[in-house]
Nanobody, 122 residues
């Protein structure tokens, strides 16, 4: 079975941190890259970060480089997105998804989670 489920969102003040989790089925975790995307109200969904199935390749959007870190935990079939120095512009619904390739475009992603809200506000 192929699926991913997000958790860990919430409300945080500017400059704060959050860690998002994307739990995948074992098959998905072993054979697919996992990407994180976000969508703000009135805007298109954009790629934030992605990691290959082996963990050897990670990619980040320019807007989050140096602030966000993607990682994998094979024992838990989970991909994490550690978000530091959060800004109001990071607000949105965050989705994780599975794809054959670790890209920041939505096209190759076949399996999507339900999304989770992240709000950065004072």
């Amino acid at each position: 079975q192929l699926h991913v489920v997000e958790s860990g969102g919430g409300l945080v003040q500017p400059g704060g941190s959050l860690r998002l989790s994307c739990e995948a089925s074992e098959f998905t975790f072993k054979h697919y890259a996992i990407g994180w995307f976000r969508q703000a109200p009135g805007k298109e969904r954009e790629g934030v970060s992605a990691v290959s199935s082996s963990g050897d390749t990670t990619v980040y959007a320019d807007s989050v480089k140096g602030r966000f870190t993607i990682s994998r935990d094979a024992a838990k079939n989970t991909v994490y997105l550690q978000m530091n120095s959060l800004e109001p512009e990071d607000t949105g619904v965050y989705y994780c998804a599975a794809s054959p390739f670790p890209l920041l475009t939505t096209l190759p992603y076949e399996y999507w989670g339900q999304g989770i809200q992240v709000t950065v506000s004072s």
